[in-house]
């Protein structure tokens, strides 16, 4: 076994904000959340992992991916963006979606307001 410096462990982590318990999230949704902020880029705070790719990590299908994906999106704490591949010859493909980890006040909001409107339902 490998000891390691504390130093070099810090390197092997990543935060996960204490609000996302707030959410309402389901399991599936924390854990997605969870795996972006573990591959996004710390300063771009953008990822590009395939359905597959997410779904291989954490055992889900490309359908249930995509499904967490859009709840993610409509929640505010991702945006999503199609890319684009050009080949060798000039040929343009898909690519992974860029996904964007946005910062976690836009989906408290969002819940907060969520809330509101429930709220003015029930009292109607």
Do not use: H, W
Request: proline share 2%.
């Amino acid at each position: 076994m490998k000891f390691y410096s504390k130093q070099g462990l810090i390197k092997n982590y990543f935060t996960l904000p204490n609000e996302i318990f707030n959410l309402n999230l389901s399991a599936g949704e924390i854990a997605l959340y969870a795996y972006l902020l573990r591959c996004e880029n710390r300063k771009t705070f953008k990822c590009y992992p395939s359905y597959k790719t997410i779904g291989k990590s954490l055992g889900m299908s490309k359908n249930t991916v995509k499904k967490y994906v859009d709840s993610l999106q409509e929640k505010r704490l991702i945006n999503t963006a199609y890319t684009f591949i050009y080949s060798e010859s000039g040929k343009k493909s898909n690519g992974n979606l860029m996904y964007t980890i946005l910062p976690i006040r836009e989906a408290i909001n969002y819940e907060l307001e969520q809330q509101i409107k429930k709220n003015e339902v029930k009292n109607q």
